[in-house]
């Protein structure tokens, strides 16, 4: 009786958060975007998701908040990397931020290399590495037992290439999953700020950031202050609540 009890107080549950979402949905079709919002942050206390937080992203674009609409694209980038949805709407939302920030330049490779990180998520690396471990282990099957030399010979070189492929998606899905913890971005949230020499408001102003911006925080030892670095190699000291991580 307990268990059936708890049963359907488990389904009530689901099937509240299947309602809220739906009306949140439903808010957002119908263009009451301030609601949507509302019910996709309590949505997110059950779990964050690339989803949720790229429509919140599209909420906040809708009523032309563009900085909350550059800092929710983000982090749904950073969950779904490959996503063409969120990496467009994340570069036009970044258009009409007020700074023109020109990235450093890199070595050609650095920039390949990247590129195929976020190919794909962290999952879909992983997913990737599990269906070449499993085609590697019936390739060798193949290799063991065929009894024509060309199956041995495409079972033996298949089996390698496999291998080798399950190899680097351990890899690749290690590297998103170490810049997904790892990363220090964050997006400037005041309208303009003053960017200082030293971690102190007498510190001389070096340069001016607007809201929308992304940053790096290089060091973060400092409760009221971070340093950080732009995209184009400029660094200097801001204020920790003018802005928010991803």
Request: glycine share 6%; with cysteine; proline share 1%.
């Amino acid at each position: 009786m307990r268990f059936i009890i708890l049963f359907a107080c488990l389904n009530l549950f689901v099937s509240a958060k299947a309602v809220t979402k739906a009306e949140a949905d439903s808010a957002y079709a119908e263009g009451n975007y301030q609601k949507a919002i509302t019910l996709y942050d309590s949505l997110l206390a059950d779990g964050i998701s690339y989803e949720l937080y790229y429509n919140l992203g599209n909420c906040y674009y809708r009523i032309d908040d563009i900085t909350h609409a550059v800092l929710y694209y983000e982090r749904a980038s950073l969950l779904s990397p490959a996503d063409a949805d969120v990496r467009f709407n994340l570069q036009m939302a970044r258009s009409k931020t007020i700074d023109k920030i020109v990235p450093e330049s890199e070595m050609f490779f650095v920039t390949w290399y990247r590129s195929l990180v976020n190919m794909a998520s962290v999952d879909g690396w992983g997913y990737l590495a599990l269906v070449m471990l499993g085609l590697a282990l019936v390739l060798a099957l193949l290799y063991l037992f065929a009894n024509q030399i060309w199956l041995r010979k495409l079972g033996f070189f298949g089996a390698f290439l496999a291998l080798l492929l399950f190899f680097v998606g351990n890899l690749l899905a290690w590297q998103q999953k170490h810049e997904l913890v790892t990363q220090k971005g964050a997006i400037i949230m005041d309208s303009a700020v003053n960017v200082k020499s030293t971690p102190a408001h007498n510190g001389t102003d070096l340069f001016i950031l607007h809201e929308g911006t992304k940053v790096t925080i290089v060091d973060d030892t400092m409760r009221d202050w971070k340093e950080v670095r732009v995209a184009d190699g400029k660094q200097g000291w801001i204020e920790t609540k003018q802005m928010e991580v991803i």
